[in-house]
């Protein structure tokens, strides 16, 4: 049974979805003023790992991850490129959707954008000042945050805490309009040639908070079963995100809160973050790392917990990640002297292999356990491979189990190195003939010149093996 720690009630919960065999799952995505950085790919990432985890048990995953495509930042941001916000966000949509892409994250089930439901937006808004837990003051529309009763409780944080924090982040404006320092914006009004849409309040745009609470009621219904997001929104996003999505619709907003671990980097283990310029972006990483590498190491850390990022830990992911194709290949060349028919001892095994797998990713998705037990599964196919007498629906159901589960960390296994250079096939035959003449130096010699053209020699008691580095 499938456990997910729910940030929420702060334990690990047996996971029942509303509707039995669906899936309804609302993940917060980015602000498109820029490229994405590897913190926020690390959100997506783990959250698209436990989408697939979900269709692998027998789900279907109905997937909503927004675009926030008008706020403060992308104002300034069109400033200063002298374009237009609607052409900034498409400029950043698109690249966001070539970097996700590159990195092999499924495309969300539905992807809206904050401007495409500005009259939901509005209508919201209204239904809340119309239940007095929102009020409008020159074009402001704020939140009741204190009317709300279980305000702090996703976060941990008391109203007094609270309280504290949101009056030392408030500006004098806001002081002479709030009724509270903790109410929080559902509606801001517009500067002189800022974009704006008309409402009841005057020209203005949406507050960050509403649109997701909109968009995943719109989109998903009023109860769902998954929110997820970085830990940096738990407060105040997520909070808000509750308090007015609960306070409109009368019911409970989520089931279950999921929350991602931070990127960190440098010695001191400091959060990657657009603010402290400290970021990389996966727009200029996959230039310089194989997009497979960056998603495996990203993917085999479990969500919840930090991931400390370095040349070391991706050079350390892309050694492992080249184990497991090289035992895919391993079998499939042995193909070429394999029996017909198959092997039940070993096939059983394989089974419980899988079994493992399951019970490791149940435990609140721990792909750290469960890739372990893909690695014992490479070894007992690089064993069974190495055997003198081999049987082909083995070997198939080897590669089938293997492929299955490594796609759940949004890898893909092929199979690589088939060489049909024939100047490079002469060349291995020559150092086959040497290495049988005791001709060492000329053997090593073939090997030395055929690794500088990328191909990599392996000998093995099946005979001389070769692939592409």
């Known amino acids: 049974m499938l456990k997910i720690y729910n940030t929420l009630t702060r334990k690990k919960e047996e996971f029942q979805p509303i509707h039995p065999g669906v899936v309804n799952m609302y993940v ?17 990432i783990a959250f698209d790992t436990v989408r697939r985890y979900l269709e692998f048990i027998g789900y279907q995953v109905n997937y909503v991850s927004n675009f926030t495509d008008v706020d403060d930042k992308m104002i300034k941001a069109a400033h200063e490129q002298g374009i237009t916000v609607p052409e900034l966000a498409d400029k950043y949509i698109q690249a966001f959707n070539e970097d996700t892409a590159a990195i092999n994250i499924e495309p969300a089930t539905k992807h809206p954008r904050a401007t495409e439901n500005i009259p939901e937006i509005i209508q919201f808004v209204s239904t809340l000042i119309d239940k007095g837990y929102a009020y409008a003051v020159d074009g402001d529309v704020y939140y009741r945050a204190r009317k709300f009763k279980d305000y702090g409780e996703l976060s941990g944080q008391s109203l007094d805490d609270l309280e504290v924090g949101a009056s030392e982040h408030v500006s004098a404006d806001e002081v002479n309009k709030k009724e509270d320092p903790l109410d929080f914006a559902l509606w801001k009004p517009a500067k002189p040639g800022e974009i704006s849409w008309d409402s009841p309040w005057g020209k203005g745009r949406p507050g960050w908070h509403i649109e997701c609470s909109v968009m995943s009621t719109k989109y998903l219904g009023k109860t769902i079963d998954i929110h997820a997001g970085g830990q940096d929104l738990e407060f105040p996003h997520h909070e808000n995100e509750i308090a ?38 996966v727009h200029d990483i996959i230039k310089e790392v194989d997009p497979q590498v960056l998603r495996f190491f990203m993917a085999t850390t479990q969500y919840r917990r930090p991931i400390q990022y370095s040349e070391d830990n991706l050079t350390d992911a892309q050694n492992n990640l080249q184990h497991l194709q090289t035992a895919f ?11 017909a028919g198959g092997d039940a001892a070993v096939e059983k095994q394989l089974a419980d292999f899988k079994q493992r797998f399951i019970t490791a990713m149940d435990d609140d998705i721990n792909v750290q356990n469960g890739i372990a ?7 007992s196919a690089n064993v069974y491979a190495e055997q003198t007498t081999v049987a082909l629906d083995t070997l198939n ?9 490594v796609s759940i960390f949004g890898v ?17 035959q020559q150092r086959d003939e040497a290495r049988k ?11 030395d010149d055929l690794k ?8 093995t008691p099946q005979g001389t093996r070769y692939r592409k580095e």
């Open 452 to 459: 500088t053209k990328g191909i990599i020699i392996e000998d």
């Open 412 to 428: 893909e296994l092929t199979v690589t190195g088939q060489i049909d250079d024939e100047a490079i096939q002469k060349l291995i």
């Open 329 to 339: 290949n391993n079998l499939e060349y042995r193909k070429q002297d394999a029996v």
């Open 28 to 44: 917060c995505g980015p602000t498109v003023y820029n490229y994405i950085h590897i913190g926020n790919a690390r959100s997506a």
């Open 373 to 379: 037990v893909v690695y014992e599964l490479t070894k």
């Open 244 to 281: 007015q999505s609960e306070a409109a619709t009368g019911q409970k907003f989520v089931k279950y809160w999921m929350h991602n671990g931070f990127v960190t980097i440098g010695k001191d283990d400091e959060k990657m973050s657009k603010s402290l310029h400290n970021f990389i972006t």
């Open 397 to 405: 159901q080897y590669q089938a189990l293997l492929k299955q589960l």
């Open 437 to 447: 003449n005791k001709d060492f130096a000329l053997s090593d010699k073939i090997r």
